[in-house]
């Protein structure tokens, strides 16, 4: 299929060719870091702007007020910028060589005045290989590019910008990639599956914050289509990351966004040794952990209360990351994951019988197949697993004892050489599938090739093997409309020509080798 993206030169695309050339000979995972960080500094400075103005004409509710008092910027949860560190400061210093250390000092001093920011961006404008034209380059365009373009809402296109430019460098860096990001397609399928409305969203391998921000933008779409949700409380975000440089990614990834992010934590033991949010049970979790991981201190965690449906193996974090997300699962709660396809057959080291007692709970509610070259960072196919406790009801049909399966993996458009993406209307077709077999008035029907809504006992008959291709009938082929006869005589008269040219083909053979003094009899 062609790439079906209609415009080739979209704002986002043309603002990272840009930076992409100012670039030159800067390692895309340290330039992801200068660049992200300029564009950090350019939202927090729009926002304090924007409120100064307000203070400062000083009408209706800001009569009187002082645009230099951080406490009326702390009220309404804005970051207080200092002089010596707002954009337009920056900008006018630009062309000087120390434009590096002036960043840098800017950064201090905005974390001085907004200690949830300690910490966050990295200090890297000074360093040597980071040449002070480049930076100055950069700021002239983030500057001149947001002047000039239409759109008002310069926050929200700043946050547009941020993503977009997260999975440009994920791109970059390839398998590295991937540990940071999740491509969009997959994220915004997991999230308009699960709809998380209003809750509390836990990711426990959180990266760059996707599935957060994917959450927030799916609220207000989904207010803007149903009012009856105008007045939703919105989500709580609890996430937890082991690395700390992707995790200051996520953090302002998050405060671009607007999104509190006070329990979105960092620790090098991760959250199988030092779990962050021991006592949270989440509304909907969201997650797409490292494949296969092998290196995740199993031996350790033997005895660990998490494993309710057997001991994971060491060897492979799959159903170790299953189980942990199951335990933080609330009485109603819904959670979408991503894993290899090998979590759906594979019998080894425990996993099968894992698998078995998860169906036998009845928690399994869909299994999607992926298609290829969805992810950056590896080739494995991958699948998504929906665990739910909310199969007894809760707004939808009983469907207790059923799991529906889909196969998506012929879904999509290739992007590029070596990607594949969702278009929009391909998450909606996949979703509507999963919630028209949720509905209670059931207007789901199997489709060959596509999807199958199978009981336990047929589970349960292929050994809880949850491969969709044990279960969806094949697609039937279509009738080209020529009778059966009709395309006999064809291919017979077809296969007669065809051996006809071959006894000649031999006849000839056979006379040139004999020309050259050659007989085969």
Request: proline share 4%; hydrophobic share 35%.
């Amino acid at each position: 299929m062609a790439n079906p993206k209609t415009n080739n030169n979209s704002f986002e695309q043309q603002l990272f060719k840009a930076a992409d050339k100012l670039r030159k000979n800067i390692d895309a995972a340290e330039y992801k870091h200068v660049v992200l960080g300029l564009i950090f500094l350019k939202y927090i400075s729009e926002s304090f702007e924007e409120l100064y103005n307000k203070l400062a004409s000083g009408e209706g509710e800001y009569e009187g007020a002082d645009p230099e008092d951080k406490d009326e910027y702390r009220a309404e949860s804005v970051f207080y910028v200092p002089k010596n560190a707002r954009w337009n400061y920056l900008q006018s210093r630009a062309k000087s060589p120390t434009i590096g250390e002036d960043l840098d000092k800017a950064l201090d001093l905005i974390e001085k005045e907004n200690p949830t920011l300690k910490g966050i961006p990295l200090k890297i404008f000074a360093r040597p290989n980071v040449h002070y034209t480049s930076i100055g380059g950069l700021i002239d365009l983030i500057s001149n590019t947001f002047l000039t373009e239409e759109e008002k809402s310069s926050k929200d296109l700043l946050g547009r910008v941020y993503e977009y430019f997260l999975g440009e460098f994920a791109n970059a860096e390839g398998k590295k990639g991937g540990q940071f990001y999740t491509p969009k397609s997959i994220v915004n399928l997991m999230v308009a599956m699960i709809q998380p409305i209003s809750g509390r969203v836990y990711d426990p391998c959180c990266g760059s914050g996707g599935m957060f921000v994917a959450s927030e933008e799916f609220i207000r779409t989904y207010q803007d289509k149903r009012k009856d949700y105008a007045k939703a409380s919105g989500i709580g975000v609890f996430g937890q990351e082991s690395n700390q440089t992707t995790w200051r990614l996520c953090r302002m990834n998050l405060a671009i966004r607007h999104i509190d992010a006070d329990h979105v934590v960092w620790n090098t033991e991760g959250s199988f040794l030092n779990d962050a949010h021991k006592d949270l049970k989440a509304d909907f979790i969201l997650a797409n952990p490292p494949f296969n991981d092998s290196d995740w201190s199993g031996e350790i965690l033997r005895d660990d209360p998490r494993w309710q449906y057997g001991i994971p193996p060491s060897s492979n974090a799959n159903f170790a990351w299953m189980q942990h997300m199951i335990w933080h699962l609330s009485p109603k709660g819904i959670m979408a994951l991503v894993l290899a396809n090998g979590s759906l057959s594979s019998n080894s080291s425990n996993e099968g019988q894992i698998r078995g007692n998860i169906i036998k709970a009845d928690l399994v509610d869909c299994i999607i197949a992926l298609p290829k070259q969805l992810f950056y960072n590896t080739g494995i196919p991958a699948c998504l697993w929906f665990l739910s406790r909310k199969k007894s009801g809760n707004g939808d049909r009983k469907r207790e004892g059923e799991i529906l399966f889909i196969d998506a993996s012929d879904i999509g458009f290739m992007a590029d050489r070596t990607h594949r993406e969702f278009l929009p209307e391909d998450i909606q077709k996949i979703a509507d599938i999963y919630h028209e077999w949720r509905a209670k008035d059931n207007k789901y029907k199997d489709i060959p090739g596509l999807c199958k809504s199978a009981d336990l006992k047929e589970i349960e008959k292929q050994g809880f093997v949850l491969t969709p291709g044990r279960y969806i009938e094949p697609k039937d082929e279509e009738d080209d409309g020529i009778p059966f006869e009709q395309k006999m005589t064809g291919l017979t008269s077809e296969l007669k020509k065809q051996i006809a040219q071959e006894k000649e083909l031999d006849a000839e053979i056979e006379k040139q080798l004999s020309n050259i003094g050659f007989k085969l009899k």
